[in-house]
Nanobody, 115 residues
């Protein structure tokens, strides 16, 4: 089992920045990759960015350049740095961890960008 706890969401003005954190605990040795997703009300979750154990990253096209995913292995934490935020970035952001036996999700953190 893997437990994920997100933090760092909140209210920010358009053009501002936020850094989300996702702390992993439990069977962290089983994690192959981690990711950030976001979900709009009534919509499916969409991928924002992924990072593998080796540090390789991948971004959804619309997030490239504004969002940066990174990890601190010593703290078992993954981050999502979000810059130049837009009102359309308003969503609940979820952290995910992927293992050979399945995926795990955090509880989500609300990000609200005001215009």
């Amino acid at each position: 089992q893997v437990q994920l706890v997100e933090s760092g969401g909140g209210l920010v003005q358009a053009g501002g920045s936020l850094r989300l954190s996702c702390a992993a605990s439990g069977s962290i040795f089983s994690i192959n990759a981690m990711a950030w997703y976001r979900q709009y009300p009534g919509k499916q979750r969409e991928l924002v960015a992924t990072i593998t154990n080796g540090g390789s990253t991948n971004y959804a096209d619309s997030k490239k350049g504004r969002f940066t995913i990174s990890r601190d292995n010593a703290k078992n934490t993954v981050y999502l740095q979000m810059n130049s935020l837009k009102p359309e970035d308003t969503a609940v952001y979820y952290c995910a961890a992927f293992t050979s036996s399945g995926g795990y999700w955090g509880q989500g953190t609300q990000v609200t960008v005001s215009s």
